[in-house]
């Protein structure tokens, strides 16, 4: 069975960069979806980026398009997101997903597409 542990999370300045990172075990990644998402306090879980692991597409949400990036490294079988030029407004739990099912990159932004999630890594962004 597939799991998943973020690491990485923690308190930044507002215009400062932080990574996360998303480690699986149990198999590889290859084939799956993978996604990232954030929670803030009082708010609906966002889907904020989504890489096709075989393929490498990618794909962003408007609010972190220029600023954040996802990638991976096979041989770790590890999803990062690099954060820069952080805004207090991405304060929240950052979660790691994977989608077992192939699907276009289209579908990456649906979080009930999502089967298997990690405990989340909390980012708190200072102004």
């Known amino acids: 069975q597939v799991q998943l542990v973020e690491s990485g999370g923690g308190l930044v300045q507002a215009g400062g960069s932080l990574r996360v990172s998303c480690v699986g075990s149990?198999?590889?990644?290859?084939?799956?979806?993978m996604g990232w998402f954030r929670q803030a306090a009082g708010k609906e879980r966002e889907f904020v980026a989504g890489?096709?692991?075989?393929?490498?597409?990618?794909y962003y949400a408007d609010s972190v398009k220029g600023r954040f990036s996802i990638s991976k490294e096979n041989a770790k079988n590890t999803m990062y997101l690099q954060m820069n030029s952080l805004k207090p407004e991405d304060t929240a739990v950052y979660y790691c997903?994977?989608?077992?099912?192939?699907?276009?990159?289209?579908?990456?932004?649906?979080?009930?597409?999502?089967?298997?999630w990690g405990q989340g890594t909390q980012v708190t962004v200072s102004s």
């Open positions: 997903a994977a989608d077992l099912n192939p699907r276009p990159v289209t579908s990456l932004q649906a979080a009930s597409n999502y089967d298997i």
């Open positions: 890489i096709i692991w075989t393929a490498g597409s990618t």
């Open positions: 149990g198999r590889t990644f290859s084939g799956y979806n």
